[in-house]
């Protein structure tokens, strides 16, 4: 199917498409996106489908809903219903896409997430991914909320189950917690920018949510960390859950990341249960020796187990690569 502004295609918007497809849809369909910019609050949830961009940087999907933003029973939005894509659809691919939610600065709209991404065999590739506070989901939703009796949002309340993603060449911009969630995912060759929230702390790239007893969590693999916030203001990670897992292997480092890398989110047990770890990262912004105790640096057998394949496998034959 060929989705098109100019009315060149089988539909005008890219939900159009999607809805067309069989809910208990068992076979690759593949949705070309001609260059344009879509207005759209997208939701799949149906699985093997395709999402095939002209261009990274002239095919874009948009939308401006945040945490402040108010539903039509006049209650607030909050994270997860704030998402400009969803999808919990099982092997989905996006390619070539940029999705972005403009609704700015946190300060002033609170969260407001680019893509809630909650299927399992999900692959992200040579895509950009823009927003501030928030800017990627991956599912699952923790097993409960800090505060509060429920987390909103479309899988609120339903069943948890663990997911694997691959996020390949992609471009992901944000500033406080914007990589966040409970998923396996490998983060290949990406970049990663913090925005410039002209703060003393401008930020935390990653808040894993790992499930306890899970062996992986993020994984950033060759990746580089740029930004144009002033030095030793951004923090690599922290957790989000007191189980967080997040490893950095061969990975760029800008001046902007802090030396101590890692923020405990003011929980104690999180030092001890929490893992993070380094190999062989580079840059100005690789203090290794200044990194905090708790934190780990890899030796050349550690590492070996990083693989794509071993980090993404599951009882299923998937290969990314």
Same mark, same amino acid.
């Given at each position: #199917? ?17 809805? *067309? ?16 910019? &879509? ?6 949830? !149906? ?9 990274? *940087? ?12 108010? #539903?039509?029973? !006049? ?9 400009? #894509? ?7 691919? %996006? ?12 300060? @002033? ?12 065999? #999900?692959?992200?590739?040579? %895509? /950009? ?30 069943? /948890?189950?663990?997911?694997?993603? &691959? ?23 990406? +970049? ?17 949510? =790992? ?9 950033? @693999?060759?990746? !580089?960390?740029?930004? $144009? ?6 923090? @690599? ?12 292997? /061969? ?22 249960? *929490? ?28 590492? +070996? !187990?990083?693989?794509? =394949?071993?980090? @993404?496998?599951?009882?299923? $034959?998937?290969?990314?690569?």
């Amino acid at each position: #199917m060929i989705v098109s502004k100019n009315d060149d295609g089988d539909f005008d918007t890219i939900q159009k498409a999607v809805d *067309s497809v069989s809910k208990n849809n068992k076979k690759r369909v593949i949705i070309k996106v001609k260059a344009g910019v &879509y207005k759209e609050k997208l939701s799949i949830r !149906k699985p093997f489908i395709s999402l095939i961009g002209e261009d990274v *940087s002239s095919t874009v999907i948009t939308f401006n809903d945040s945490a402040n933003t108010l #539903m039509a029973n !006049k209650e607030r939005m909050r994270t997860f219903n704030s998402y400009t #894509m969803f999808v919990d659809g099982d092997d989905f691919i %996006c390619e070539n896409i940029t999705v972005e939610n403009n609704a700015g600065d946190g300060d @002033l709209v609170g969260q407001a997430v680019a893509v809630y991404a909650d299927g399992d065999r #999900m692959i992200f590739r040579n %895509c /950009r991914l823009l927003a501030n506070q928030d800017t990627l989901f991956t599912g699952p939703l923790p097993p409960k909320p800090i505060e509060g009796n429920n987390f909103g949002g479309p899988k609120d309340g339903m069943k /948890r189950r663990d997911v694997r993603q &691959y996020y390949e060449n992609c471009y992901i911009r944000g500033d406080i917690d914007f990589i966040f969630g409970s998923a396996t995912a490998v983060f290949n060759k990406c +970049e990663i920018f913090s925005n410039d929230k002209n703060k003393e702390v401008n930020g935390f790239i990653a808040a894993a949510s =790992t499930p306890e007893g899970k062996e992986f969590g993020y994984v950033f @693999l060759d990746c !580089k960390f740029i930004s $144009d916030a002033r030095k030793h203001t951004v923090y @690599l990670g922290r957790p989000w859950r007191d189980y967080a897992k997040t490893v950095f292997i /061969r990975c760029f480092m800008g001046e902007h990341i802090i030396p101590e890398g890692f923020h405990n989110w003011n929980k104690a047990n999180a030092e001890k249960e *929490s893992y993070y770890a380094e190999y062989k990262s580079y840059g100005p912004g690789a203090a290794n020796d200044k990194r905090v105790k708790w934190a780990k640096l890899l030796n050349d057998k550690e590492v +070996e !187990k990083y693989s794509i =394949t071993n980090i @993404l496998k599951g009882n299923d $034959d998937w290969k990314v690569i």
